[in-house]
T-cell receptor, first 113, second 111 residues
Framework: KAGVTQTPRYLIKTRGQQVTLSCSPI?????VSWYQQTPGQGLQFLFEYFSETQRNKGNFPGRFSGRQFSNSRSEMNVSTLELGDSALYLCASSQDTAPYEQYFGPGTRLTVT | AQKVTQAQTEISVVEKEDVTLDCVYETRDTTYYLFWYKQPPSGELVFLIR??????QNEISGRYSWNFQKSTSSFNFTITASQVVDSAVYFCALRTYKYIFGTGTRLKVLA
């Protein structure tokens, strides 16, 4: 089975721009979660999607948004980028039945200059 | 409130030493799941083990073992005879209706 894939792997943007990151979950997994990882804040939960609906949301400003498509692929968008958005963005997929372990992609490293 | 605490920020050991990573969790839910993930320098988190709240049986898998104690809300992870390849950041996580990750413990195994 192919793992979780994320594109692009690396991205450099300037302040004020917007960015879209993509995640393809493991086949059969309908739940997709996004996390932001920074050295200072650790692993912060952004949101979770299931069946094209946002099921949970973390404490991030409205500049961070996401969506999920009918094939379970997911995208997250960050508008009006700030320097502090520089981070590793991780996507994880899981089945929606116990025991719910998540399988992570390699991440997208976003650098905002 | 739900919370996962990994009090050890960084641990350094010499190869072949045993090391235990601590994890303490808080939840009022009676049904929950606990996980350990490993993040090697490459960056990709790798699932290691899960436990549900009804299964306090401890487990040994090769050099890895886990100790789950509901009485102390702890889910500790021990690596026996550590190796350099064990060097990574280890995350403990709790899932009720959503995932909560601890802040991670960086393990450095020195040759």
């Amino acid at each position: 089975k192919a793992g979780v894939t994320q594109t692009p792997r690396y991205l450099i943007k300037t302040r004020g721009q917007q960015v879209t990151l993509s995640c393809s979950p493991i086949s059969g997994h309908r739940s997709v979660s996004w996390y932001q990882q920074t050295p200072g804040q650790g692993l912060q939960f952004l949101f979770e999607y299931f069946s094209e609906t946002q099921r949970n949301k973390g404490n991030f400003p409205g500049r961070f948004s996401g969506r999920q498509f009918s094939n379970s692929r997911s995208e997250m968008n960050v508008s009006t980028l700030e320097l502090g958005d520089s981070a590793l963005y991780l996507c994880a997929s899981s089945q929606d039945t116990a025991p719910y372990e998540q399988y992570f992609g390699p991440g997208t490293r976003l650098t905002v200059t | 409130a739900q919370k996962v605490t990994q009090a050890q920020t960084e641990i350094s050991v010499v190869e072949k030493e045993d090391v235990t990573l601590d994890c303490v969790y808080e939840t009022r839910d009676t049904t929950y799941y606990l996980f350990w993930y490993k993040q090697p320098p490459s960056g990709e988190l790798v699932f290691l083990i899960r436990r549900n709240s009804f299964d306090e049986q401890n487990e040994i898998s090769g050099r890895y073992s886990w100790n789950f104690q509901k009485s102390t809300s702890s889910f500790n992870f021990t690596i026996t005879a550590s190796q350099v390849v064990d060097s990574a950041v280890y995350f403990c996580a709790l899932r009720t209706y959503k995932y909560i990750f601890g802040t991670g413990t960086r393990l450095k195994v020195l040759a």
